[in-house]
Nanobody, 127 residues
Framework: QVQLVESGGGLVQAGNSLRLSCTASGGAFSNYAMAWFRQAPGKEREFVAAISWSGYHRYYADSVTARFTITRDNARSTLYLQMNNLKPEDTAIYFC????????????????????WGQGTQVIVAS
């Protein structure tokens, strides 16, 4: 079973940037789809971004399009989320997730698509 560990969270001022990382160990990485989800206080977990095993296909939630970029480095078994122009509403715990390669693009944002999850990293955006 792969283990996923997120890092890079913290407290930032609105308008600034952060880069989150998710490192996989104990299992395969390069042939799996990956994604970022987030959970704000008092809210359900929601989809942020997803990337295919090759990195060729990327999907984003409308709320983060043009501000966030998901990438992966298969040689380092690491997933990234570059977050620019952060807003207070981006405050949440951010989770990375891994799921089987393939699948319909429409399923990229579904939690059930992914079967391995990290513990999360906290991001707080101050206004």
């Amino acid at each position: 079973q792969v283990q996923l560990v997120e890092s890079g969270g913290g407290l930032v001022q609105a308008g600034n940037s952060l880069r989150l990382s998710c490192t996989a160990s104990g299992g395969a990485f390069s042939n799996y789809a990956m994604a970022w989800f987030r959970q704000a206080p008092g809210k359900e977990r929601e989809f942020v971004a997803a990337i295919s095993w090759s990195g060729y296909h990327r999907y984003y939630a409308d709320s983060v399009t043009a501000r966030f970029t998901i990438t992966r480095d298969n040689a380092r078994s690491t997933l990234y989320l570059q977050m620019n122009n952060l807003k207070p509403e981006d405050t949440a715990i951010y989770f990375c997730a891994q799921g089987p390669a393939g699948g319909a693009p429409a399923d990229a944002g579904l939690e059930k698509r992914y079967d391995s999850w990290g513990q999360g990293t906290q991001v707080i955006v101050a206004s």
